[in-house]
């Protein structure tokens, strides 16, 4: 199968690991990949990730985080750009994901960050995905 949106490929297999109730999964390692794990980890969606040095690209485990009751902590994960249709925003016009209870992932001139923080910092981009 060729791996045509990596990105996606991440959002689905997190979808699915938090389904079944895994404590962590694994995934083929690439640098956007990292930067999505690292503001999943910052905003409180995962308890942590590594990255493991194996193979020819590496892999990034990403250790699950659940709720005392089991419930997983994402709720919903949504590929907003896809590379069939890129989704750009202006700094102006990033809306808040659920009313401010989710975050968008927005890839920058300014490296990947938070729709918070891309408005913060006044800079517009691709809206890779949105995680609530």
């Not at 990403?62 to 700094?91: N, W």
Request: with cysteine.
């Amino acid at each position: 199968m060729s791996m045509t949106d990596p990105v996606s490929d991440l959002l689905t297999r997190i979808r699915n690991a938090t389904s079944v109730r895994h404590d962590r999964m694994d995934i083929p390692a690439s640098k956007m990949k990292l930067e999505i794990a690292k503001i999943l980890k910052q905003e409180g969606y995962i308890r942590t990730f590594k990255m493991i040095e194996e193979g020819p690209q590496g892999t990034i485990r990403i250790y699950l985080k659940y709720a005392d009751d089991g419930e997983p902590v994402i709720h919903g994960l949504r590929r907003i750009s896809r590379p069939g249709r890129r989704v750009y925003r202006g700094a102006g016009k990033l809306d808040k994901v659920r009313n401010g209870l989710g975050v968008a992932v927005i890839s920058t001139n300014r490296g990947v960050v938070t729709d918070e923080q891309a408005r913060g910092l006044q800079v517009g981009g691709e809206v890779l995905c949105e995680v609530w």
